[in-house]
């Protein structure tokens, strides 16, 4: 194989099986919002500290601008687009920050999300002030908003307990 | 990026057979560090060897006194492992505090040591526990591995594939973190196993992970944060740069030694 040629990949996304030939520099954000159209996930710092291209892969959370589609070949991936149906309610983490106003511009908070979901799954639904502060240190608010981010992670995770949401809630 | 070849081989063999063809190619493993330097064109390997299908590189496994670790094993795999925090609970605390959730969901402990970046945790830990490095080819002592900043003995078709770990009596890490990066600005580690002692720096040194003899004979006497008081290591050979002077960098390496054998005896300074 040349270095210029595609190679093909294939792997689950929001639940439907995807395929695509891609160049191998392509990124795992870059599949999902070129090829896929799936532009919720965001890519703001490019350097993996940013968190707002937070992905979930095999159920973990994942910065998706720092790994290859090519690495991922038959994960399940789950975006901000797959965590609740299209034409259903939004999962509890979602509401919560709709409800205690969790942003102020928005370009973090498929990330906040996506990371608070999976902090949730491993840290459970009481989470306290500090624990979540440390466990956003890979997610970055340029507007600074992050005392409603923390309310509405607290909130929200509370909510998702017996609501039968778990980060692959859209399956 | 610059582009690249990708391979995915199934074995180590494989890749070790592909590293061997390719003299300019890279393993990548969990790709936190590689990946944004490839991003920044600081380093652009025509070959990439892609370590994900490879059966058999992750795991946990206690046998007695000693810890083995397979070499791509997450760091959030170490730290949330039953068996590391029962058995050596510093390691576990230890890649607790590596980058950040997401970043060690993809790192691995075999990335790590074989990047030996001179701010990481993971040198230190080898190097503070004493650790073996199994590749492909031999077992390296830890002692011997680092070679200085960014430079291990492992040669061109090495693969490091696991990393025993001695347990120690008593342990601990102390993290100075950089405000900004929370990398290491300076991180030390103390081991006490038997009779023997050792200290281990990260991020202080300008060639990497270092131990610190004079420590050690110290705390030989006795065990104790008391056995360090006054003692300083000399600012030659320390980093120095806009986030903290040579002389600074030294001043933390006594400072976080006596709070890490506190640390370790159960009496952490408050």
């Given at each position: 194989m040349a270095a210029s040629d595609t190679a093909p990949v294939s792997?689950?996304?929001n639940g439907k099986p995807i395929s695509a030939?891609?160049?191998?520099?392509?990124?795992?954000?870059?599949?999902?919002?070129?090829?896929?159209?799936?532009?919720?996930?965001?890519?703001g710092c490019d350097t993996s500290q940013c968190g707002a291209c937070v992905v979930h892969v095999n159920g973990k959370a994942i910065k998706s601008c720092t790994v290859l589609a090519l690495q991922l070949e038959g994960a399940d991936v789950l975006t901000i687009e797959g965590l609740a149906p299209a034409d259903?309610?939004?999962h509890p983490m979602q509401e919560a920050f709709r409800e205690n106003h969790g942003l102020q511009c928005g370009y973090c908070t498929p990330g906040m999300i996506m990371t608070a979901v999976d902090m949730v799954r491993r840290k459970g639904n009481e989470l306290d002030d500090?624990?979540?502060r440390e466990e956003l240190e890979g997610n970055i608010c340029r507007c600074t908003g992050y005392h409603?981010?923390?309310?509405?992670?607290a909130a929200g995770a509370r909510a998702m307990r017996g609501s039968g949401a778990t980060s692959k809630a859209a399956e | 990026m610059y582009a690249f070849t990708f391979h995915r081989p199934q074995t180590v063999r494989q890749a070790a057979g592909l590293l061997t063809k390719n003299g300019d190619a890279k393993l990548l493993a969990g790709g936190q560090t590689l990946l944004p330097t490839m991003k920044l064109r600081l380093a652009g390997p025509p070959q990439i060897i892609d370590m994900t299908l490879i059966e058999g590189m992750s795991g946990i496994e206690q046998s007695g006194r000693t810890l083995t670790i397979g070499a791509m094993t997450t760091h959030n795999e170490v730290n949330t492992s039953p068996v590391v925090q029962q058995a050596a609970p510093v390691l576990a605390k230890l890649a607790g505090m590596i980058g950040d959730p997401a970043v060690r969901h993809r790192g691995t402990i075999g990335g790590s040591i074989a990047n030996n970046d001179p701010n990481a945790d993971?040198?230190?830990?080898?190097?503070g526990l004493g650790a073996t490095i199994v590749t492909n080819k031999r077992r390296i002592k830890a002692d011997e591995f680092f070679t200085g900043?960014?430079?291990t003995?492992?040669?061109?078709?090495?693969?490091?594939?696991?990393?025993?770990?001695?347990?120690?009596?008593k342990a601990a890490y102390q993290k100075f973190r950089n405000q900004a990066s929370r990398f290491a600005l300076v991180g030390v580690f103390v081991s006490k196993r038997g009779s023997e002692i050792r200290v281990a720096v990260t991020g202080a040194g300008s060639n990497g992970v270092f131990r610190v003899k004079s420590f050690e004979e110290a705390l030989k006497k006795r065990f104790s944060p008391k056995s360090l008081e006054g003692m300083t290591i000399p600012a030659d050979g320390m980093n120095s740069d806009i986030h903290g002077s040579a002389e600074y960098r030294a001043h933390l390496v006594g400072v976080l030694a006596r709070r890490a054998v506190a640390e370790a005896i159960g009496k952490p300074a408050a």
């Open positions: 792997m689950t996304v030939n891609v160049d191998p520099r392509t990124l795992l954000v870059q599949l999902l919002r070129e090829n896929l159209r799936l532009t919720g996930t965001h890519v259903g309610p939004l500090r624990t979540i409603n981010i923390v309310k509405a992670i | 993971y040198p230190a830990a080898c190097l900043m960014f430079s003995v492992l040669e061109p078709a090495e693969i490091i594939t696991k990393v025993i770990f001695p347990l120690p009596k």
